[in-house]
């Protein structure tokens, strides 16, 4: 696949807005052309976690000429329809009201309308769903989306390699959704498990 294809990069209501920034900040590193769309719950999750403006964040990144915006209402956009090329899609953070439309393939926005035309046309779609605890419902809703084969990364940290600071968590679950896109190779080597020898 060309890595030149644009990737589509949703962002929903969930906390952990710095994960979205991590992954859209890695993907411009990567020269990626950018699809982007934030809900409107999105924008206020942003605004409270990161505590400025979401749209002060889109004109930094649009300064790499990698990234279109799109309106969440827009429906005839370019990317909801799947005779445009893309290479996949990424919902950075994922909230249970959207794991759950994806599960039932209820498209009433553009980011749920771009993941449902992303599994009609068969391409890589990774979710990072944020909620804790998690309830039955929204466990069987993974469940049904991993059933279908869409990637789940949930926010997890690598306790195993002694993370000091949240900047170092979030880095790796980027790393990690990059991973499972098919975009980023591997992991950076100080996130590779190392092995230990058994005593
Ligand atoms: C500060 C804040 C944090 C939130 N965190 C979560 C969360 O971690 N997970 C979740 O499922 N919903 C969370 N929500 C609720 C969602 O934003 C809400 O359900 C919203 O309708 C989701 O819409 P969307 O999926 O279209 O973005 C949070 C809301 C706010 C204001």
């Not at 979401?54 to 990317?79: D, M």
């Not at 993941?115 to 998690?134: F, H, I, S, Y």
């Not at 059933?147 to 880095?171: C, H, I, K």
């Not at 959704?177 to 190779?185: E, K, Q, R």
């Amino acid at each position: 696949m060309s890595k030149r294809l644009p990737v589509v990069v949703g962002v929903s209501g969930a906390s952990g807005a710095a994960l979205a920034d991590r992954v859209i900040e890695r993907l411009i590193a990567l020269e990626h052309p950018i699809e982007l769309i934030a809900t409107s719950s999105a924008r206020i999750v942003w605004r409270q976690e990161q505590g400025y403006p979401w749209a002060e964040a889109v004109a930094r990144w649009q300064a790499s000429g990698l990234i279109t915006e799109h309106n969440p209402n827009n429906q005839a956009a370019t990317i909801a329809s799947g005779s445009y090329p893309v290479y996949g899609m990424l919902i950075v953070p994922c909230s249970m009201g959207t794991v759950a439309a994806l599960a039932a393939g209820f498209a009433n926005n553009l980011l749920l309308r771009v993941a449902d035309v992303t599994q009609k046309e068969g391409r890589r779609l990774v979710v990072v769903p944020r909620e804790t605890p998690l309830s039955s419902v929204h466990l069987e809703n993974m469940l049904r989306l991993s059933q279908r084969g869409v990637r789940l990364v949930p926010p997890m940290p690598n306790f195993y390699a002694r993370p000091t600071t949240v900047a170092e968590v979030v880095d790796f679950v980027a790393a990690r959704a990059l991973v499972g896109l098919g975009l980023s190779p591997e992991l950076d080597r100080n996130q590779q498990w190392a092995g230990l020898e058994l005593e």
